[in-house]
């Protein structure tokens, strides 16, 4: 998908991880959510958020959480905002 094409691109995820996206990145990011549950307009840092990874994951999950994801890759950061 999108994902795998901005990764051949800048290298966001370890190549070798990519065929294992789901499993290893994005399951990995959502096991937070089993231990953690955030009251509504909490906010939470994600720092040297890289390819966006655990922030995406839980912004979906916890629409009503602003999550601020940072990273001082500029590239990393464009492939989180894109």
């Known amino acids: 998908g999108l ?3 901005w ?12 065929d294992a996206l789901y499993e ?17 307009k909490t906010q939470i840092l994600d720092l040297g958020t890289g390819g966006g990874f655990p922030g995406i994951p839980l912004a979906i999950f916890f629409p009503e959480v602003r999550f601020h994801l940072v990273d001082s890759i500029g590239k990393k950061i464009k492939v989180v905002q894109g």
């Open 3 to 5: 994902y795998k094409e």
């Open 7 to 18: 990764n051949e691109k800048i290298n966001v995820i370890s190549r070798k991880d990519i």
């Open 24 to 40: 290893k990145h994005v399951l990995h990011s959502l096991s937070i959510a089993a231990i953690a549950d955030f009251p509504a």
